[in-house]
């Protein structure tokens, strides 16, 4: 049997320990706008979700009961890291701009043979990256 297909990501939930602070923060980083969101009593929670005009993309901020308010912390299981696709070397440099212009530490930009990358992270210490895939890879991918 076949593997059936997707096209894509329908959208992302990260769980926040202040909803309030992270919508601002993605708001004004990436100029999202609020989609809907709301208080489910059943399962503990608060939503939001946001999304970016220009790409389309969907990320939902949860903000629950029985978080203990502890950092992100990647070594443990689940959620590494999420990373974000630029066009161009050119809008990997604006985004340096942009984190820097809004005080956001990073890493600068890190230099490979297939890709160059900016990472940073959200006030709950998610790691985030903008990554510009070089065209040299193009040929590795099998689409």
């Given at each position: 049997?076949p593997?059936?297909k997707?096209?894509?990501?329908?959208?992302?939930?990260l769980?926040?320990?202040?909803?309030?602070?992270?919508?601002?923060?993605?708001?004004?980083?990436?100029?999202?706008?609020?989609l809907?969101g709301?208080?489910?009593?059943?399962?503990?929670?608060?939503?939001?979700?946001?999304?970016?005009?220009?790409?389309?993309?969907?990320?939902?901020?949860?903000?629950?009961?029985?978080?203990?308010?502890?950092?992100?912390?990647?070594?443990?299981?689940?959620?590494?890291?999420?990373s974000?696709?630029?066009?161009?070397?050119?809008?990997?440099?604006?985004?340096?701009?942009r984190?820097?212009?809004?005080?956001?530490?990073?890493?600068?930009?890190?230099?490979?043979?297939?890709?160059?990358?900016?990472?940073?992270?959200d006030p709950?210490n998610i790691q985030?990256?903008?990554?510009y895939?070089k065209?040299?890879?193009?040929?590795?991918i099998?689409?």
């Amino acid at each position: 049997m076949p593997t059936p297909k997707i096209n894509g990501i329908s959208h992302v939930d990260l769980s926040v320990t202040d909803l309030a602070r992270s919508k601002a923060w993605y708001s004004e980083l990436l100029g999202m706008a609020e989609l809907f969101g709301g208080r489910n009593d059943e399962h503990g929670y608060e939503v939001s979700y946001l999304i970016e005009p220009d790409s389309g993309v969907i990320m939902g901020f949860e903000r629950h009961d029985a978080n203990t308010d502890s950092a992100f912390d990647e070594r443990r299981i689940g959620l590494d890291h999420l990373s974000w696709a630029v066009d161009s070397r050119a809008q990997l440099d604006g985004w340096l701009a942009r984190l820097d212009d809004l005080e956001i530490p990073h890493s600068g930009i890190t230099e490979e043979d297939m890709w160059d990358v900016l990472v940073f992270r959200d006030p709950d210490n998610i790691q985030l990256e903008f990554i510009y895939v070089k065209p040299a890879a193009s040929g590795l991918i099998d689409t």
